[in-house]
């Protein structure tokens, strides 16, 4: 699911939906949201958008921003620290499906 469906009539130029896109997917596999329901896709799509709307391009920093908020967000003793993801997986999605 590109995050060109979460814009809601929002407007970015080619480049930055271009790595809004890339952050999204990143963030997704690395909180196994891949075949998850629309509202943590929307949550993470949201946390993107907004922090593009600030001015960050950087498609790492935008993932890994987003993942702090999801931990900041996980009581620490709800669930075991194994299943909190730590670092950033590497974008696998085509360039095409963005």
């Known amino acids: 699911m590109p995050i060109r469906s979460h814009l809601n ?3 970015f130029d080619p480049e930055t ?7 999204y997917e990143m963030t997704r596999i690395s909180l196994r949201l891949v075949d998850r329901g629309n509202i943590a896709n929307n949550v993470v799509a949201q946390k993107i958008i ?5 001015g960050e391009r950087d498609p790492e920093r ?7 908020r ?12 194994a299943a ?6 590497p974008p696998i999605a085509p360039s095409d499906q963005i």
């Open 9 to 11: 009539g929002q407007r």
């Open 17 to 23: 939906m271009r790595l809004m896109g890339l952050a």
């Open 50 to 54: 907004e922090l593009a709307k600030s």
């Open 62 to 68: 935008l993932c890994e921003a987003v993942l702090n």
């Open 70 to 81: 999801w931990r900041a967000a996980i009581p620490q003793d709800a669930v075991p620290q």
């Open 84 to 89: 909190i993801p730590q670092h950033v997986a």
